[in-house]
C-alpha cells in the first residue's frame, strides 16, 4: 500500500491518468445512469400505453358481451366468463404473456361466484391497496404487481383493473394481468450495453491519456534527469528539442539556462580558486616578514624598560597586534583549507570534559578581567569521545572566548550531557544577547554584533565561523539562541565517534531561563 502511495505521489503521469479516469468515471456514471433512466421511462410508458389501450378494448368487450348475456342462465353466463378469459390470454398484440382475474367485490353477496383465473394465476396477486383503488377508480385503474402463480412461480407484472357488473351475480372485478419479463430483459440487456460501453470508454480514455501525458512527460523526465545530473557537476547534457511546439521551446529555455548556469558556475569556480589560491598565497608570505617583525618586537619590548614610557606602551602595542596578526593569519589558513575541502581529522580517544576544563582554566585570566567566571557542570567524571582533540579544543576555546567577552560580568554557565551515541555542551551566558535578526549572521565571516567591542578585544571576526565550520567537519552541529538583555546560548553537539552523525539534540537550543 505504501508502495502504491509513493509511486502516486512520485509519477505526474500516473496522476493524470488516474485523475482524468477518476472524472471521466464520473461523467459517464452520471451520463450513463441517466440515459438508462431516460430509456427505462420511455419502454414502460410505452409498454404502460400499449398495455393499457388493449386492456381498455379487452375490458369494454367483456362488458359487451356480459350486457348481452343479461337475464341468460347461470351455466351460459359462466361460459360467456370463460370465453372472455380465454380469448384475453390467447389473443394479444404483443409478446407479453397476459392472464385474467374475476374477483368478486367486497359487499357482494349474491350466492352465485364467477371468481375465476386464468392459468392457475393466485388471486393474492391482487393487493386489497390496488383492488380498493379499482372499486373507487370510475375508470381504469393500473399498477406494477407480481404475478403469482399456485405453482410457486412469480413474474413482475403490470395489473389493469376495472370494476363490472355481472347478471344475476352482483359487482365484480376484472384484471388483466401483463407479463414485464420482456421489458425487464430489455431494460437488462440496455444496462449491459451500457455498462459494456462504458468500461470500453474508460479504457479508450486511459489510453489516449497516456499517449498524450507521455508526449507531456517524457520531455518533463528528461529535464528532471539533466537537472539531477547538473547536481552531479555534469553541465554537458541538454534537452533535444525536435520541434518547435510549447514544450519545444521549453526545452529551448532549460538548454539557455544550463549554458548560463554552465558558464556562471565556471566563473564562480575559477573566482573561487583564484580567492583561495590569494588567501593561501598571502598567508604564507606574510609569515616571513611575520616572523621578523615578531622577533624584533620581543627584542625591543625585552628592552621596554629603558625606554620613555610612551615609546614602552608602543612596544607592547605592537607586540599585541602582532600576535592579533599571527591569529588572523592562522584563521585565514583555516578558512582557506575549509574552502578548498582538504580540512581533514586527526582522530584519537580523549576525556571532553577534562578537556573543556582547561580550557577554561586557560581562559580564567581573561575572565577575571572581565569580571565573570566560566561554570562547568556535569553529571559524569570523566566523557571519552573519538573526535579531533585540536579542532574540539578550538570550538571550545572559540565559544568560552565570545561568550566572556559578552557576558556582561555575570557568571558563565557551560553544561555538558551525554547519551551513548551524542555528547552535547550548553555555553549559556546573561549578557547583551543577540537580536533574533542577527542569529543568522552570528557564524558569518568577520560578522561581529558589536564591532566597537571587537576592536577593543582584538578579534578576527573568524572564531564563530571556524568553530561550525569545526563541528561540521565532525557530522556535528552548532546552534545559537540569543534574546537582547537575556544573553545568548550555543549549543554543540557532536557524536561520540567523529563522522557518525548526531542522533539527537541532548540540550534544548532555547533554555528555560529565559
Known amino acids: 500500500m505504501n508502495l502504491r502511495l509513493s509511486l502516486f505521489r512520485n509519477s505526474l503521469a500516473l496522476k493524470v491518468i488516474i485523475s482524468t479516469l477518476a472524472l471521466c468515471l464520473g461523467v459517464i456514471s452520471i451520463a450513463g445512469s441517466a440515459l438508462n433512466s431516460q430509456l427505462s421511462a420511455g419502454i414502460k410508458r410505452v409498454n404502460i400505453q400499449s398495455f393499457t389501450s388493449e386492456a381498455r378494448s379487452t375490458i369494454f368487450n367483456a362488458e359487451y358481451r356480459l350486457f348481452i348475456a343479461l337475464g341468460q342462465k347461470e351455466e351460459e353466463v359462466r361460459k360467456v366468463i370463460d370465453n372472455v378469459v380465454s380469448a384475453a390470454t390467447s389473443l394479444t398484440s404483443s409478446e407479453n404473456t397476459r392472464e385474467v382475474i374475476f374477483l368478486r367485490s367486497p359487499g357482494n353477496s349474491r350466492e352465485l361466484n364467477y371468481e375465476v383465473t386464468s392459468n392457475l394465476v393466485d388471486p393474492d396477486s391482487i393487493s386489497e391497496t390496488f383492488s380498493r383503488r379499482v372499486r373507487i377508480s370510475s375508470d381504469l385503474a393500473v399498477s406494477y404487481v407480481t404475478i403469482k402463480y399456485t405453482s410457486g412461480a412469480q413474474i413482475p407484472g403490470l395489473a389493469i383493473g376495472q370494476k363490472m357488473l355481472i347478471p344475476n351475480a ?31 470508454l474508460i479504457v479508450l480514455i486511459g489510453f489516449i ?22 547536481t552531479m557537476g555534469d553541465f554537458s547534457q541538454r534537452m533535444s528539442v525536435p520541434s518547435k511546439d510549447e514544450i519545444s521551446k521549453l ?27 590569494f588567501v593561501s598565497d598571502v598567508s604564507h608570505e606574510l609569515r616571513t616578514p611575520l616572523t621578523t617583525l615578531r622577533m624584533a618586537s620581543e627584542v625591543i619590548n625585552t628592552a621596554r624598560g629603558g625606554f620613555d614610557p610612551s615609546v614602552a606602551r608602543s612596544a607592547e602595542l605592537m607586540v599585541a597586534q602582532l600576535d592579533r596578526f599571527e591569529r588572523l593569519l592562522e584563521d585565514l589558513l583555516e578558512i582557506s583549507r575549509f574552502d578548498a575541502e582538504v580540512a581533514v581529522l586527526d582522530i584519537v580517544d580523549f576525556d571532553i570534559l577534562m578537556l573543556a576544563q582547561r580550557s577554561a582554566q586557560d581562559l580564567a585570566l581573561l575572565a577575571s578581567e572581565q569580571s565573570t567566571q566560566l561554570r562547568i557542570q556535569s553529571l559524569e567524571g570523566s566523557i571519552i569521545i573519538s573526535a579531533d582533540i585540536r579542532r574540539v579544543e578550538r570550538i571550545l576555546r572559540n565559544l568560552f572566548s565570545n561568550a566572556i567577552d559578552h557576558a556582561g560580568g555575570k557568571p558563565i554557565l557551560v553544561s555538558i550531557i551525554t547519551s551513548d551515541h551524542d555528547v552535547a555542551i550548553g555555553v549559556r551566558d546573561y549578557g547583551v544577547g543577540l537580536d533574533e535578526s542577527d542569529l543568522n549572521q552570528v557564524f558569518d565571516r568577520f560578522w561581529r554584533a558589536d564591532p566597537s567591542r571587537a ?37 554543540l553537539t557532536l557524536p561520540r565517534v567523529a563522522s557518525t552523525g548526531v542522533a539527537m539534540r541532548l540540550i534544548k537550543l532555547q533554555p528555560d531561563d529565559n
Open 209 to 230: 491519456t497516456w499517449l498524450v501525458v507521455r508526449q507531456v512527460v517524457r520531455p518533463v523526465r528528461q529535464a528532471a534527469m539533466i537537472a539531477g545530473n547538473f
Open 251 to 277: 526545452g529551448e529555455a532549460f538548454n539557455e539556462m544550463a549554458e548560463s548556469l554552465e558558464r556562471q558556475i565556471a566563473r564562480l569556480e575559477n573566482l573561487s580558486r583564484v580567492q583561495q589560491r
Open 455 to 491: 576592536r577593543i578585544r582584538g578579534g578576527t571576526g573568524l572564531g564563530l565561523s571556524i568553530a561550525l565550520e569545526d563541528a561540521r567537519l565532525h557530522h556535528g552541529e552548532l546552534e545559537a539562541w540569543g534574546r537582547p538583555g537575556k544573553g545568548a546560548h550555543f549549543v
Open 170 to 200: 352482483g359487482q365484480y372485478e376484472m384484471y388483466i394481468l401483463y407479463s414485464l419479463a420482456s421489458q425487464n430483459a430489455t431494460l437488462n440487456l440496455i444496462q449491459s450495453y451500457l455498462l459494456l460501453t462504458g468500461f470500453v
